[in-house]
C-alpha cells in the first residue's frame, strides 16, 4: 500500500524495470532493477549472488541485448544471456 500523510496517499514513482532472460538453463530468469539500475531481486535462484550488482544504461537495453554490469564487487561484467523481453 502506498505510504499516506495526513489520511492522503502520497502517489509512488516506480521506475522499476525487469530484465526476462532467454532459458538456456541458467540458474536465474529474470532480475528485477531499481530506478539507479541496481538488481534488487533474481529468480528463481542465486539472488545472493546478483542482488546488489549494478546493469550499465538499463535504460538504452532491448529485448535480444546482451549488456555489461558491475558485480557487488565493483568489477565489469558481460552477462552472456541476452534479454529476452523487458518490462518497464
Not at 70 to 82: A, F, T, V, W
Amino acid at each position: 500500500m502506498a505510504p499516506r500523510y495526513r489520511g492522503f496517499f502520497i502517489p509512488q514513482k516506480n521506475d522499476n524495470m525487469v530484465l526476462h532472460f532467454e532459458d538456456k538453463g541458467q540458474d536465474f530468469l529474470f532480475w528485477k532493477l531499481d530506478e539507479h539500475g541496481y538488481v534488487i531481486d533474481c529468480q528463481p535462484l542465486q539472488d545472493w549472488l546478483w542482488v546488489g550488482a549494478k546493469v550499465i544504461d538499463p535504460k538504452e537495453l532491448n529485448a535480444g541485448d546482451r549488456f555489461r554490469f558491475l558485480n557487488k564487487n565493483g568489477e565489469l561484467r558481460d552477462c552472456i544471456y541476452p534479454i529476452e523481453r523487458i518490462e518497464r
